[in-house]
């Protein structure tokens, strides 16, 4: 004999936490499967890497040319991959009805954008190994400070992951399709990132030196070529440039 309500069901969502590390468990695997988002966020950074270190095509003053291209290139890294490679790939979710049926969960929609920005920082962390190894294949003699390093790379993820998922929570897929891969472009080149800002104009350089790649590019690069120490300006900016993108992001999002 049974006591009663042994076999009685209990529905219920799982604790969020479990929810949200699920979530997250789940884009990582598509992300790391999907072989256009590898293209974009692993082969063309370390094709950039190699090629200017080894070509002397842009001018990049002093010193060796990979001191000063390893730090913009991982914030390309970063660029790539929460901002581009995540636009794209949650624009395509919410197109195809992905994004529809996970608002029906009980999954908030801030828990979505944590459990995405988290699958983007695993993904940078294999980002960051491969190309570190590479630039010291090539020469490089990184010096600073490691934790103020985490801090801008963290705080580059957030403003990069938040400005994707408004793109893509607010425009249409082939729209964000368009419009993240030319954001890239034009971020690779007046970002900071291979070409320096001095090489710009005055007026336009005090515009570019607000942007999160350039703030993410000359931080990593004060740190790790100059070995300054923490740097609040740049901080600052990704900073802001986080909360809001996070926020119009969390505001704005649109599931269908």
Do not use: C
Not at 22 to 46: D, F, K, S, W, Y
Not at 169 to 186: Q, R, S, W
């Amino acid at each position: 004999m049974t006591t009663p309500g042994t076999f009685t069901p209990r529905p219920g969502a799982a604790p969020l936490s479990r929810m949200i590390r699920a979530q997250a468990a789940l884009e990582t695997r598509m992300l790391l499967r999907n072989g256009e988002q590898l293209l974009l966020t692993v082969v063309i950074p370390t094709v950039l890497l190699v090629l200017f270190s080894t070509v002397d095509v842009v001018d990049t003053g002093d010193g060796k040319a990979v001191d000063f291209l390893a730090p913009g290139i991982l914030a390309l890294a970063v660029l790539s991959t929460a901002f581009t490679g995540q636009a794209i790939a949650t624009g395509f979710d919410r197109r195809y009805g992905v994004l529809k049926r996970l608002g029906a969960s009980p999954l908030p929609r801030w828990a979505l954008m944590t459990a995405k920005t988290a699958s983007v920082l695993v993904t940078e962390v294999l980002q960051v190994v491969l190309l570190t190894v590479i630039a010291f294949a090539l020469g490089w003699s990184p010096h600073g400070n490691p934790f103020a390093v985490l801090l801008l790379l963290v705080l580059g993820t957030a403003a990069f992951s938040g400005l994707g998922l408004l793109m893509a929570g607010t425009l249409k897929a082939e729209a964000t399709l368009a419009a993240a891969n030319l954001v890239f472009l034009l971020l690779l080149v007046g970002g900071g990132v291979i070409v320096p800002l001095d090489r710009f104009p005055d007026a336009a350089r005090a515009v570019l030196e607000l942007l999160p790649i350039s703030a993410l590019s000359d931080g990593l690069r004060d740190v790790l070529r100059d070995g300054a120490g923490m740097p609040w300006r740049d901080l600052g900016i990704l900073a802001v440039w986080a909360v809001l993108g996070l926020g119009a992001a969390a505001r704005l999002f649109r599931w269908e």
